[in-house]
């Protein structure tokens, strides 16, 4: 699961050397990512009229554009839209986030499965 196979009844000197290197390649691979993260911006749009949002990667919502029809629509329906097109934006920006820590853990550990490794942490009891 990180990147070598490990007997936990079996654990020498080198493993966990080896284990420490990993852990000490992926720290420094995230640290060169902090900047990268810090300049991702999603974008959203809604359904019906036109409406564009943009968000930080904290979730922040950057700006919202309206066009020119949107306010012909309704303050209900053009809040539906805003709300639809920042959720958008914030979904974007997170899909972008985990592609860039997906591909900086994978080059500090590789064959590290970060589905089985989630799974893993998430599972109940």
């Known amino acids: 699961m990180f990147g070598f196979d490990l007997d936990p009844g079996d654990i020498r000197e080198q493993d966990v050397d080896r284990a420490a290197e990993q852990a000490g390649r992926l720290e420094a691979l995230l640290a060169e990512q902090e900047e990268r993260l ?32 949107a306010a012909r629509e309704g303050s209900h329906v053009l809040a539906e839209e805003i709300l639809l097109a920042v959720r958008r934006a914030q979904d ?27 799974e893993q942490l998430n599972r109940p009891g």
Do not use: M
């Open 38 to 69: 810090a300049g991702i911006v999603g974008t959203g749009t809604g359904d019906r009229v036109q409406v564009k949002a943009s968000a930080a990667v904290d979730g922040r919502v950057l700006e919202v554009v309206l066009g020119p029809q």
């Open 92 to 118: 974007d920006t997170r899909r972008q986030a985990e592609a860039l820590l997906s591909a900086a853990v994978q080059e500090a550990v590789p064959g590290l499965d970060l589905a089985a490794l989630d």
